[in-house]
Nanobody, 124 residues
Framework: VQLQASGGGLVQAGGSLRLSCAAS????????MGWFRQAPGKERDLVAAIVWSGGSTYYADSVKGRFTISRDNAKNTVYLQMNSLKPEDTAVYYC??????????????????WGQGTLVTVSS
């Protein structure tokens, strides 16, 4: 199983970025896909998640109304559209997958598969 994250970069506050996570190696229809982020000295937190089959979503309070998670079934890719970025959004962003059997945890310790991180830096 491979999760390939991309799309990070440097952006000014108020700007936008779109992260992509290309998934391969298995069928992800039974999985929930998530984006986590980790700032220096902080824990890895779940930012957004989407159940691959059905499309229900979760957003952390800190990003509600600014970030949108979506998936493209044909491309086996999950996206995180990030708008109105703030300096506090600066972090390494990771995509992850967890087998979905009706619920999932927000703790990164329980997720099964991880992509490499992609750095998002928001300047003030």
């Amino acid at each position: 199983v491979q999760l390939q994250a991309s799309g990070g970069g440097l952006v000014q506050a108020g700007g936008s970025l779109r992260l992509s996570c290309a998934a391969s190696g298995r069928t992800f229809s039974s999985y929930v896909m998530g984006w986590f982020r980790q700032a220096p000295g902080k824990e890895r937190d779940l930012v957004a998640a989407i159940v691959w089959s059905g499309g229900s979503t979760y957003y952390a309070d800190s990003v509600k109304g600014r970030f949108t998670i979506s998936r493209d079934n044909a491309k086996n890719t999950v996206y995180l559209q990030m708008n109105s970025l703030k300096p506090e959004d600066t972090a390494v962003y990771y995509c992850a997958a967890e087998y979905y059997s009706g619920s999932y945890t927000k703790s990164f310790k329980s997720w099964d598969y991880w992509g490499q991180g992609t750095l998002v830096t928001v300047s003030s």
